[in-house]
C-alpha cells in the first residue's frame, strides 16, 4: 500500500526566499516589488517593532490594557499584509493589531482597544476590517462568510483572517476551511505559527507534521512559509489573492515564526515552558536583521533611515497616547444605546436607572 | 385570501422577503434541492436560484459564523438550523459572536440576520431535536427571540424579523407546523416584534403563554368556562424582549396569573415573566403568580414526553389554585 501521508508531508516544503543571512535563496520567486515598496516594507517593520517596545512599556506603567506582543511575528503580519488592498477585509486574532494599523486603524484607536474602549474597536468609515477575535477561531468561519460575500458580489477583494497554532486545533478552523472551499470564498487564512499556544507547543498540538497540510483535506490550496522572511510571505499571499479573485479557491498559508515576548502582558512567564537556546535560535532568524542585511547590500537602506522611522514611531506614539487619555470616558449607557438599533422598552428602563448613576 | 398551514406561510414570508430585497439569502443543510426536512424553503432555490438560496456543508457553526461574515459584507441572511437541539454546536457563533456584533463594533457593524430554526415536543423526534431552549438566548443581551404561534403571525412576524437590523433567532414549534390552516393574506404585512396579542379576554385570570403553548392555554380557557372562570389569554408572539405593558395591564385586570412555557422550569421565560408581574403589580395580586411548565429534566424520550409536557389539565389545575387562594 502507498504510504500516502508520507507522500503528502513531503511535499509541504517551506517556502523561502530570503534565508537567515538575508541572500536571495530562491530568485524564481522573487516578486515584483519597486525599491519604494521594498523600503516601505522595512519602514513598517521597524516601525511596528518599536511600538511594540512602546507598548510594553506603557503596559508596564499601567497607561495601556490588554496587549500580546508582536516582536518576532513583524514578516508573518507585514509582509501578508503588504500583500492586501484598501478593498479587502482583516479578520484578525487578538495579536494583530498592527495590520489593523496599517489598514487604516489609528493609533490612539488602538491603544483605546487595549484599554477597553469601544471606541478602539470602531474602525473608521472605509477600513474595511472588525477588531480583534479574543474566542480562538471564530473569526475562521466568519472569514469564510466575507469572502463568499465578496465572490456573491462579484468584488475584487478578498477577506484575509489570521489565527495562530492553537486557533488551527479549533472546530472552527475546520468548518472555516472546509466551508470556504466548498463555496470557493474568496478568503485567505493565515495561521501565524509561533511554535506556542500559550505554553502548549505545537507538537502537541496535532499529529500533523504541518498546518499546511490541513488544507488538502479541505481541497483548498495550503503552504508553508518562513514566517520570519517578509520576502516570502508577501509572495504567498500575493498568490492566494490572485488565486481568489480569480476564482480559483481560498488558500491556507501557515507562517512559521516565533513571539519574543509573553502571550500577554497579563503576567505569562514564557521561561515556565520555552528554554533560552529556543529563543535564540530563533531570534537568529529575525525578520528585520535579514530584511536590513538584504537592502542595505542593495544600497538601499542606512542607519539614519532606520533612526527616522524609530523617531517618528516614538513621537507618534506618544501623541497617540495623548490623544487616547483626552477621549470621553466610556459609559455604560453608551453601551446600552448601541445593544440594539432601537432601545427595547426594557434597556429604556434600566438606563435610566444608570443615566442617574452616572451623573453622580 | 389563501388558506394556509404555518410552514406555508413561513415558506411565503421567506418569498415575499427574498422578492423584496436582493440581499436577503437562504441557506442552511438541505434547504437548497429538498427545501429543506420540513419542505419550509419548498420551491425557493428553483424561483430565485442557487446563487439565493443554497444547501450548506452539514456543519451549524459554520453556518453561524458564515452567516456573520455574509452580513458583514451587506447581505441579510436567513440560515436555518435543522433541529434547534443542533444550536448547541453553533452557541458561540450566535450568543458569543452575533449577538455581539453591533455593540463589539461599537455600533458600526450591525447583524441583519434571521435564524430560523424547528423545536417543540409532541412529535416524537429523537433525542436534542424536541428541545425548547429558548430560555439560553433569551439570557443572551443583543438577540430577539421570535416564536409565532399560528400561520398568520408567522408570517407578519418572519417578514419583521428579517428586514429587523438585529438577529433574531425565529422558532418554529414543529407540531404547529401542519395542524391547521388559517387565513393568511397573499400580500405582504409585517407584525410587530416585541408586542404580544390578547387571543381572548377574560377578567379572572391572565393565561400568559407562546408557541403551542397558546392552544394548549385556549383549551384550558374553554374548559374554565364551564365552571365560569373567564381566562384571558395572552400570546407572547416574541420572548424577547417581552411585552410586559400588556401582560401587566391585563393582571392588573385580573389580579392573578399563571404563566405557561413548554419548558422546563428553571430559569425560563416564565420565570422572568413572574419576576416582571411581581416587580410591577403586586398590589393588584390576590394569589401567587404560579408556572405550568415541564419538569426540569432533559427532554426525555419520545415514549414519555406525552406525560412530561405541559397539558390542560395542569393549567386548569393550576388556575383553580389561584382561584381558591
Redesign the interface.
Known sequence: MKRILENIESQFEMFQILNEKGEVVNEDAMPDLSDEDLKEIMRRMVYTRILDQRSIALNRQGRLGFYAPTAGQEASQLGSHFALEKED?I?PGYRDVPQLIWHGLPLYQAFLFSRGH??G???PEGVNA??PQI?IG?Q???????????K??GQEAV?ITYTGDGGASQ??FY??I??AG?FGAQTIFVVQNNQFAISVPVEQQSAARTIAQKAVAAGIEGIQVDGMDVLAVYAATKEARERAISGDGPTLIETMTYRYGPHTMAGDDPTRYRTEETDNEWEAKDPIVRFRTFLENKGLWSEEEENEVIDKAKEEVKAAIKKADEQPKQKVTD?M?????EL???LKEQREEYQEKESK | MAQMTMIQAITDAMRTELKNDENV?VYGEDVGLNGGVFRATEGLQKEFGE?RVFD??L?E??I????????????RPVPEIQFFGFVYETM??IN??MAR??????????MPITVRSPFGGGVHTPELHADSLEGLMTQQ??L?VVIPSNPYDAKGLLIQSIR???PVIFLEHMKLYRSFREEVPEEEYTIEL?KAEVKREGKDVTLVAYGAMVHTALKASEELEKDGIEAEVIDLRTVA??D??TIIESVQKTNRAVVLQEAQKQAGVAAQIVSEIQEKAILHLEAPVLRVTAPDTVYPFSQAEQVWLPNHNDIVEKVNRVMNF
Not at chain 1, 140 to 150: M, S, W
Open positions: 477585509f479578520l469601544f471606541h474597536n470602531q474602525m472588525v477588531s474566542i471564530a475562521i468561519t466568519q472569514a469564510a462568510g466575507v469572502g463568499l460575500g465578496y456573491k458580489r477577506a472546530g472552527d468548518e472555516g472546509n466551508f466548498a453601551l444605546d448601541i445593544m440594539y438599533e427595547p422598552a426594557f | 439569502l446563487d450548506t456543508p456543519a457553526s459554520g453561524g459564523g458564515m452567516s456573520i461574515g455574509l452580513a458583514l459584507t451587506g447581505f458561540d457563533a458569543g459572536q456584533y453591533r455593540y463589539r463594533s461599537g455600533g458600526t457593524r450591525p443581551p443583543g430577539k429587523d437590523n438585529d416585541g424582549p417581552i410586559y405593558e
